[in-house]
């Protein structure tokens, strides 16, 4: 084993040594343990280059050991379960994981993008907008070239197997980070009895405790740690989400966790959380800072906190011979890690003339040299560092260095400061504020209900780490009104008295900060100390702007660690406090977010609400293939003994026509509105005049919206005196509804009206066709339904086959028919019972399609085909439809000049030259046959009438209805244009002689 | 994402709310009194202010109730909700209705 | 999926031959609101986002609105009943025995597969048998009753039903974050009263 793990500790890390784990990288296999990451398992079998730069294709190494990982970018498994993107310090190992570079085409080893790294100097900032952009067709080619050599990782091949849901939660505090700070305050709401999440995005929790070698209440860290976890294990209320990152910190406290569940493949891979928490208290820590010297992304060069975190929880070795840059004391420990570990440590730099504190003592109490006021001012080495170029530190970041001296050397660890992860406070809009003595943007005000702990406020210091946690615990539990339990924060052992951290944004080179080797700021956009100085010459001053030139911090990782350096540099270029220059908007995602777990459950068959008439399964049994309307799957057309849609809709309108047809109309929205000011409500929202229709009575009715535009339609009845059963489109249903309830409950709730709906109660089916009435006859009805006594647009309860139903006589096809609306248990019953009842008369069933064809036919318009919102009811040619009598919703606005002009879109029937062309839906019309002729309307309807044997359309038309036997073109890809006459909108039995027989 | 109170259910998610806009905007008890620029201001101006916005809300998945909401649109802190007519009272001694008339009394 | 959880283990049953009615009326005509519960033969919940059992379940819909969940036979006679006693009110009764469906939710997880797609706050200090809420479910809207800690109805619009079934069904079968036996935590979601 220890030859497939070369740089594996002995002994040390949490990590299962009996549990051996196989993995491979880029096809060469590798072993690792469990409670690795991938990172560590790399760093564990000696792997150093895990990619190539994005833009420069410059070797790449580890860097950090979590989130804020810029350049070991994975390509996870294979095929349809493969994840892009994730980096390796955030993949727990498992056995069989394959993991891939996705940086680097064709391989890493060999890469001919390295050719690029000699032009680097010609992709400066801005390089893309300046180059691609011009000459503006080139940019396919240029796309094609950049996303193969640069990409990121692939897509996944295929639908995603894996499961992913939601989950709703609600809590008095969630803590955000569970290391010491977050621990302490989960255990103190815990212990008052609140209700408490806590999630981390490590796989377990502890934060810096599983790296450290303090101790509290006189035991290892990590052991109190662990009595922690179990505590609030075992309390009630309180849920704890490991490998689960809080990503995103939205509006009125709600936050979204993206929980790692396990291995793909094995029950629910991800899960969102989406949490209502009443406090919030933010303890997700620092992040270190790396320094800005020439060649500062080579392989080997680390974060000092890293190469500790490797070697104490993972028991890995990141180097041999060790040089540390430090301009603060954390890095110390880095070195007094590597050392006791068995590295050599070759020289800790440090830029401060004074040096550190007592760990600085420690250090060189293992016989460490320490070069105090010295800086690394370039790495050597390519693939790998081989060495490092140590100067003397003037104070000044710009200027030149003049003399350096070089330590060989395989590892760099570096620091150069901590950032508190402030990312969730901004995001939820709290302010930041420049610390200027610790070096970093603390969390000031907040916005909403959040308290930031522990180094994530600057408390670095494990004692003054854990005091906060337990404050900002007791603040959240107050501000939620809970009363707090009495907990004292645990002894830590006494932090080493430390020395200030002193500035060092850049280190100077042998030339100049433009000429020198390049100094990197955003690892894994390649953004330099150069391209910061190129946006700040070229006039860009403000950081938002300086990002987008440059991109920095624009990666999967965010710039977690470029950015408050690139920000530092500016500031410094510009002459300006950080300070002033600030730092750019955060927003979610903290870290990448799979679609998957964005999507959850809602995907498939439960993607959106299938919503089935209670007649559905016949249709389903019949073989009709389902048309989606809304949210509802209904009949499109039925087809027998294998017919195709225009044979079977022929078949269908032609029955209709000649004998019977039988339709589910059950989607139609359904509104029982009943009370003493009924009427005087219906009146203001119909355009018709509804205290004209006597009890029994059915009218056609519109509804306008305010702007005089036709929103929606349907037959309305009068069942009492007081009483309305009104219909609408099926699309509509639910607006309509909520729009009328908008108008009584706030313009006039003077009125007193009920609206209730029906929609789902009662189903409706038509019967339509020539003999309809012979066949209601013939199955019983206890109501006569004769011409006379049963005249078109009447409506009356029946029983009818013995079932208690409401009969309309209206028509949606222009043919004699009847709309029975009955309870929705009984629907399926009655429809059979037609079905069977109708075989004398070759009863055929029809979908939506021959509905649209014999509605169309007959010139009848549908609410949101034919108009879309800019359409009123004169452009359709229905102005005997608008009362002269009374005031109604949207009646003024037809006297706006707009809707006076007399080159509006007005609704016409139109029929295509050659008298074969079915013309496409939406096709444009133009006025002449030339190539540049002005477009004068859109075809909104278009079928082929088996009917009348040709095909009909209908279009709205700039003057339409003055221009009537005028010849316009239809537009049509690949043909000349098609001429096209414009004639009246009804097509068959414009009399309307039919429907009243 | 909102929490919002409706003033009848209590708190509830903004997933089952709909909005309706500017709140106070009165329909004309005369619209045809009215000059067309009249008619277009009360059609399509709305005040969008930055800080306080009375707007409408409706529980659409709850109680079906039109409340007013008073937001900050900077914020987007609720300042508070409000019932808009004492049309309907929720609790027998009217306390929770009757509270404040929205809009529309001029007709 | 190589290997899939164990399920939530909850049960999904459809109540049959449920009947209902909405009551539209104003609670503070009291004359209108003794009407109708003289012949409901119970009162009717005035307290927001509760229900009352009895010989049938009222369940608070909003200010002036009630949903009756009663036996199918029942509905339709009790529906004219209630027509008729409030003939001279300014109220509303509409049978909508076809246009629901009541399911019936229960198991020890059963308040945590609701919460996958549910906003509302299901734990108990929250949300204790009694009380009701019109809210949604997956993406559907429902009305939902906590009957006892550990059963739920919900009531659902008819065309919606199958598609609420078969969410359920899946919710279920993907399991829940930590399972109620042996484990304490789990009371953060479902009770130990
Ligand atoms: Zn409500």
């Known amino acids: 084993m220890a030859a497939a793990q070369p740089n594996r500790l002995p002994r040390g890390g949490r990590i299962d040594r009996s549990r051996p784990l196989a993995f491979s990288f880029d096809g060469k296999a590798l072993e690792g343990f469990a409670g690795d990451t991938l990172a560590s398992a790399l760093l564990a079998g000696g792997v150093s280059v895990l990619g190539r730069s994005f833009k420069l294709r410059r070797p790449r190494g580890i860097v950090g050991s979590g989130a804020e990982e810029p350049n070991a970018i994975m390509q996870i498994g294979e095929g349809a379960t493969a994840q892009p993107n994730p980096p390796a310090t955030q993949v727990p190992l498992h056995d069989g994981l394959t993991a891939r570079s996705t940086r680097g085409w064709p391989g890493v080893r060999f890469d001919l993008g390295a050719v690029n790294g000699a032009l680097g100097r010609m992709l400066g900032a801005g390089f893309y907008y300046k180059t691609f952009m011009w000459p503006r067709s080139w940019w396919k080619h240029y796309e094609h070239a950049i996303r193969k050599s640069a990409g990121f990782g692939r897509v996944p091949e295929g639908p995603d197997p894996d499961r992913y849901e939601h989950m709703n939660a609600h809590c008095d505090v969630l803590v955000a980070g569970g290391g010491p700070a977050g621990l302490m305050a989960a255990l103190v709401a815990a212990r008052s009895g609140a209700r408490v999440i806590l999630a981390d995005e490590q796989n377990e929790f502890g934060g810096s405790l599983l790296a450290s070698g303090a101790r509290i209440d006189a035991a290892p860290a990590s052991d109190w740690a662990a009595a922690a976890v179990v505590e609030l294990r075992e309390t009630q209320d309180c849920v704890l989400l490991p490998s689960s990152t809080v990503f995103g910190y939205h509006d009125h406290n709600f936050l979204t966790i993206a929980e790692r569940c396990g291995p793909q493949g094995r029950g629910v891979r991800e899960r969102l959380w989406r949490v209502r928490a009443k406090q919030v208290v933010l303890a997700q820590g620092s992040l270190e800072r790396p320094l800005v010297f020439c060649n500062n992304d080579r392989p080997g060069v680390m974060l000092a906190s890293a190469v500790s975190t490797y070697i104490q929880r993972y028991g890995v070795l990141p180097g041999r011979r060790a040089v540390v840059f430090t301009n603060n004391d954390s890095a110390y420990q880095a070195a007094i890690n590597l050392a006791v570990a068995g590295a050599e440590v070759a020289a800790i730099v440090d830029s401060r003339a004074g040096g550190g504190g007592e760990l600085a003592a420690g250090a060189q109490s293992l016989g460490i040299p320490v070069l105090k006021g010295h800086v690394v001012s370039d790495v050597a080495g390519r693939r790998r560092v081989a060495g490092a170029r140590i100067a003397r530190w003037e104070g000044r970041s710009w200027g030149t260095v003049k003399s350096t001296t070089r330590i060989d050397c395989d590892l760099v660890a570096v620091s150069g400061g901590w950032s508190p992860a402030v990312h969730l406070h901004s995001q939820a809009g709290g302010q930041l504020a420049w610390d200027p003595s610790k070096l970093c943007f603390l969390p000031a005000k907040a916005r909403q209900a959040n308290v930031s702990a522990g180094a994530g406020n600057g408390k670095w210091r494990l004692g003054e780490c854990l005091a906060d946690g337990l404050r900002a615990g007791v603040e959240a539990l107050s501000e939620a009104g809970l009363k707090t339990a009495a907990v004292r924060a645990p002894d830590a052992s006494a932090d080493a008295e430390e020395k200030m951290i002193e500035p060092l944004w850049r280190v100077p080179a042998a030339k100049d900060a433009d000429r020198c080797p390049m100094q990197f700021i955003d690892l894994q956009n390649d953004t330099t100390v150069a391209d910061i100085r190129l946006a700040a010459r070229e006039g860009y001053r403000n950081v938002e702007h300086v990002k987008r030139y440059t991109a920095l911090g624009f990666g999967t990782d965010q710039g977690k660690l470029g950015n408050i350096n690139g920000m530092a540099v500016l500031a410094d270029t510009l002459g300006k406090p950080i300070a002033d220059v600030g730092t750019t908007t955060f927003r979610p995602a903290y870290t990448p977010v799979s679609f998957g777990v964005c999507a959850g459950e809602s995907t498939g068959p439960l993607y959106d609400p299938v919503r089935t008439s209670a007649i559905h399964e016949w249709h389903e049994a019949a073989g009709a293939p389902m048309e989606t309307v809304g949210q509802w799957h209904r009949p499109w057309y039925f087809p027998q003994d294998g017919e195709d849609i225009q044979a079977a809709v022929a078949r269908e309108c032609l029955a209709v026509r000649n004998s019977l047809g039988v339709m589910d109309a059950s989607t139609l929205g359904k509104i029982d509105a009943r009370g003493p000011d009924a009427l005087e409500f219906l009146e203001r929202i119909y355009t018709h005049d509804v205290a004209r229709m006597k009890v029994g009575r059915c009218a056609y009715g519109m509804m306008l919206g305010e702007d005089g535009m036709v929103m929606d339609d349907g037959v309305m009845a009068r069942t009492a005196e007081r ?192 008298g074969r062309t079915v013309l496409p839906e939406g096709t444009q019309l133009v006025g002449d046959s030339g190539e540049a002729a002005p477009m004068c309307g859109h075809v909104t309807s278009s079928y082929f009438s088996a009917c009348l044997g040709h095909p009909i359309a209908l279009a709205l038309v700039a003057g339409g209805r003055r221009r009537r036997g005028e010849t316009i073109y239809a537009a049509l890809p690949g043909r000349k244009p098609l001429p096209a006459q414009i004639v009246p909108p009804v097509f068959y039995d414009p009399k309307g002689k039919r429907q009243h027989v | 994402m909102l929490l919002i109170e409706c003033p009848w259910c209590g708190p509830r998610a903004e997933t089952e709310f709909s909005y309706g806009g500017e709140a106070g905007i009165f329909r004309p008890a005369d619209p045809h009194a009215l000059s067309d620029a009249e008619w277009a201001d009360y059609l399509f101006y709305r005040s969008n202010p930055r800080g306080t916005h009375r707007e409408l809300w409706n529980h659409a998945q709850g109680c079906r109730r039109w409340f007013g909401v008073e937001r900050d649109t900077v914020s987007y802190r609720i300042k508070r909700t409000y019932c808009l007519s004492g049309a309907s009272g929720g609790q027998p001694d009217g306390s929770a209705g009757g509270l404040e008339a929205g809009s529309g009394k001029r007709r | 999926m190589s290997e899939s959880a164990p399920p939530a283990g909850i049960a999904i049953r459809v109540r049959s031959a449920r009947g209902f009615i909405n009551l539209r009326l104003n609670p503070r005509n009291r004359q209108a609101l003794e009407a109708a519960e003289r012949v409901l033969g119970q009162q009717a919940p005035l307290s927001a986002n509760t229900f009352t059992g009895g010989e049938h379940n009222l369940y608070w819909l909003g200010p002036d609105e009630w949903l009756i969940a009663t036996g199918a036979q029942r509905a339709s006679e009790l529906a004219r009943e209630l027509a008729e006693a409030l003939k001279d009110f300014h109220a509303a009764v509409n049978d909508v025995s076809g246009g629901n469906v009541e399911l019936l939710v229960s198991g020890a997880n059963a308040s945590m597969v609701l919460a996958k797609g549910c906003p509302l706050d299901l734990h108990p200090r929250a949300f204790a048998p009694g009380q009701c809420a019109q809210t949604g479910l997956g993406r559907a809207a429902v009305l939902l009753a906590a009957v006892d800690p550990s059963t739920y109805a919900i009531v659902v619009r008819r065309s919606f039903a199958r598609y609420l079934r078969r969410w359920l069904e899946n919710a279920d079968s993907a399991g829940v974050p930590f399972r109620a036996a042996g484990k304490r935590q789990q009371a953060g979601y479902r009770s130990s009263p």
């Open chain 1, 723 to 914: 009483g309305f059963y009104l219909t609408t489109t099926t699309g509509g249903a639910a607006a309509v509804l909520e729009w009328m309830e908008k108008w009584l409950q706030t313009e006039w709730p003077e009125l007193e009206v009920y609206l209730t709906s029906l929609t789902d109660h009662y189903s409706t089916i038509a019967v339509a066709g020539p003999n309809s009435r012979k066949l209601l006859e013939k199955l019983g009805c206890d109501t006569p339904l004769d011409r006379e006594r049963f005249a078109f647009m009447a409506m009356k309860p029946a029983v009818l086959a013995g079932m208690r139903v409401a009969l309309f006589r209206v028509s949606f096809s222009g043919e004699l028919a009847f709309e029975i609306n009955i309870d929705s248990r009984h629907a399926l019953d009655m429809w059979r019972t037609l079905m069977e009842a109708g075989k004398e008369f070759c009863i055929t069933p029809y979908g939506t399609e021959t509905m649209h064809v014999l509605r169309a036919e007959k010139g009848f318009i549908i609410a949101g085909q034919d108009t879309d919102g800019s359409v009123t009811p004169v452009d359709l040619g229905m102005k005997w439809l608008l009362s002269k009598e009374k005031d109604f919703l949207g009646k003024r606005s037809l006297e706006r000049p707009d809707c006076l002009r007399d080159d509006r879109k007005q609704w016409v029937g139109l029929l295509a030259g050659d």
